[in-house]
């Protein structure tokens, strides 16, 4: 496991980050050509309450809230939280709910979500943090809940200057990243996590960027 003072230097590149946005992009990009079978993967599953992980300032809990889903975003940064529950008050929303949490100090009652979103996040782990957040997170779901993650390719060492970790993860230095941690996951380990925290794999499919969007059960 990388150490406590580099995983924090990657918290402290979000908070940074999300400080210098005035207001929540609530926009649903098309360039993510996966975006719009997250709530057909949950409502095929009859999931109605969802945790989204890591969520910024809750593009994506907005949007599938719009869809009916009962929603919780977490993210570290208390910027994003604060843009995100803005846009809370603004709507006046009752069904969505912002946490500024770190995603391994979650505090909820065991099986509380019936889906978790994973989308962009996973990346900023370094590997044994990555196997543990997989095996941490269900606890939240009920059994048989639905994963919806998306695991993207990253560090493909082209931009930026960065150092590279023990595990493989790539630390940026650059002025414009500097702490963030990417660790690119390639098939072989995701698919060999998701089976040693028994996770059981429904579908996973690669896109044009070479995401890997997983949709997987949680087996207990
Ligand atoms: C690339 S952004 C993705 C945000 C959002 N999921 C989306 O799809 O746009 C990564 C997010 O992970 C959050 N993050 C990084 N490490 C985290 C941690 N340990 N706990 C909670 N959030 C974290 C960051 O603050 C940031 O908002």
Redesign the pocket.
């Known amino acids: 496991m990388i150490d406590i003072e580099l ?1 924090q230097k ?2 402290a590149f ?2 940074d ?2 400080a210098r946005v005035k207001k929540a992009n609530t926009n649903v990009t098309d360039v993510l050509d996966y975006i719009p079978e997250i709530p057909e993967v949950f409502k095929q599953h009859d999931c109605k309450r969802i945790l ?6 809750g ?2 809990s907005f949007f599938l809230n719009e869809q009916g889903f009962e929603l919780v975003g ?4 208390a910027s ?1 939280i604060r843009l995100a529950n803005d846009v809370v008050a603004e709507r006046k929303l009752n069904t969505v709910q912002f946490i500024q ?4 100090a979650m505090d909820f009652p065991e099986n509380s979500f019936d889906g978790i ?5 996973f990346e ?2 370094d590997y044994d943090r990555g196997a543990e957040f997989l095996q941490m997170i269900k606890k939240y779901l009920k059994p048989d809940g639905i994963m919806f993650g998306v695991f993207d390719k990253v560090a493909s060492g082209k931009r930026g200057t960065y150092e590279v970790l023990e595990d493989g993860s790539h630390q940026y230095n650059d002025e414009y990243r500097d702490g963030m941690l990417l660790r690119y996951y390639n098939d072989e380990e995701l698919e060999s996590l998701l089976r040693e925290t028994n996770w059981q794999v429904i579908s996973n499919r690669k896109n044009k960027h070479e995401s890997r969007i997983v949709v997987a059960k949680n087996i207990k």
């Open positions: 995983y990657n918290l979000w908070e980050a999300w989204d992980i890591a969520c910024g300032s593009w994506l977490v993210d570290i940064s994003a949490a770190d995603m391994f979103l994973i989308n962009a996040c900023h782990l």
